[in-house]
């Protein structure tokens, strides 16, 4: 779907602003670089290895508009995946060897031809097939109650996101009614098999910080959550994934409003783990937007710093010319190597 010249021109203004930002740029003290950081542990550069994830942004559109989006995104937006680049992806799922497929938006399912697309890519084998659904879809409207069964069907691992167990905290970070609905969700999910123990249907939440501060310990989450959503609502799920809120789109305009800007960055670099470094993201994944440009990971995409490699659509894809690369990196990184890391499988180290 093509946007307006005003429209992209606002969204690259809006990304060059956003790296400005990120470049220190209004800071009262210089601070280290991500680059300098993991020279110091020899670390630098930052290069590939094996590809194990294929993840796929089918669009930005979004049933719902949440606090801490790194997408920003939301119903006014119009970026949807064609047919033509779906069809690109697919010829790539059937060559690629990755084992890991994970489609992503927005809420992927706006994708009017989401549905195809998953019976399409499901034909490939791919071994862990994953859709990040962001639960409050199923319940949007009639036609999609039936998706819990579609998923089903091809066996599709479901990675949803829930802030938290209670409702105030969660209509506060996605919006009024967004608990109760996705509640209903997750029950359904139950009932055709999903999240219930010793099931293949895989069903694993994500939890996001609400504020400027990074997450907990992931384990002591995932037993917080258990217990409260099994104890009030006989809800089952398999694994919580604690995922660091990175400083860019959304959540960066949250934190200069805020006036946490400065501090988030300051928690960030102070809990910098090298450890963290073997293991973040990009270095096993390549995203792809929903118009076909690749990337080192999703929040690249989002500031749109494409692969340093001759290869940067999926049309002209060469997975022997992309591992021959070095991954870029800027000041935002600092969210996937804090602590115990953070990527879209939860901490990595």
């Keep these: 779907m093509k946007k307006s010249l005003k429209a992209r021109n606002n969204d690259l203004a809006n990304t060059q602003r956003q790296l400005e930002i990120l470049s220190s740029g209004i800071f009262k003290d210089e601070l280290p670089t991500f680059a300098n950081k993991i020279k110091e542990t020899n670390q630098f550069p930052l290069r590939p290895k094996k590809l194990e994830v294929l993840q796929i942004n089918l669009g930005y559109m979004c049933n719902q508009v949440c606090a801490h989006c790194h997408v920003d995104a939301g119903p006014d937006r119009k970026e949807i995946m064609t047919v033509e680049t779906m069809n690109q992806c697919l010829e790539v799922i059937k060559k690629t060897e990755a084992h890991t497929l994970d489609l992503t938006g927005g809420a992927p399912e706006m994708n009017p031809n989401f549905r195809w697309f998953v019976e399409e890519a499901s034909k490939a084998g791919i071994k862990d097939f994953i859709v990040r659904s962001n639960l409050t879809i199923i319940r949007a409207n009639k036609k999609d109650h039936d998706l819990p069964e579609k998923k089903k069907k091809h066996n599709v691992h479901v990675v ?66 258990k217990k409260a959503l099994k104890d009030d609502f006989n809800i089952d799920f398999h694994n919580l994934f604690a995922i660091t809120n990175l400083p860019i789109s959304r959540f960066l305009d949250y934190l200069i409003a805020s006036e ?90």
């Design 160 to 225: 949803s996101s829930m802030p938290h167990w209670t409702r105030g905290k969660t209509d506060k970070q996605r919006g009024d009614g967004v608990f109760d609905k996705s509640i209903k969700a997750l029950q359904m999910l139950n009932e055709v098999g999903y999240g219930i123990e010793g099931s293949e249907l895989k069903l694993d939440l994500v939890y996001n910080p609400s504020g400027a501060f990074l997450p907990g310990d992931q384990m002591a989450l995932e037993n917080d959550f």
């Design 260 to 349: 946490n800007y400065e501090d988030y960055m300051h928690s960030l670099i102070e809990a910098y783990n090298p450890a963290a470094v073997e293991n973040v993201m990009c270095t096993n994944t390549i995203s792809v937007s929903w118009d076909g440009w690749l990337y080192d990971c999703d929040f690249n995409q989002m500031l749109n710093l494409k692969v340093n490699s001759k290869v940067k659509h999926i049309a002209d894809y060469n997975e022997e010319l992309l591992q021959n690369r070095n991954i870029i990196i800027n000041q935002h990184c600092y969210g996937c190597t804090a602590g115990a890391g953070s990527s879209c499988q939860g901490v990595v180290a």
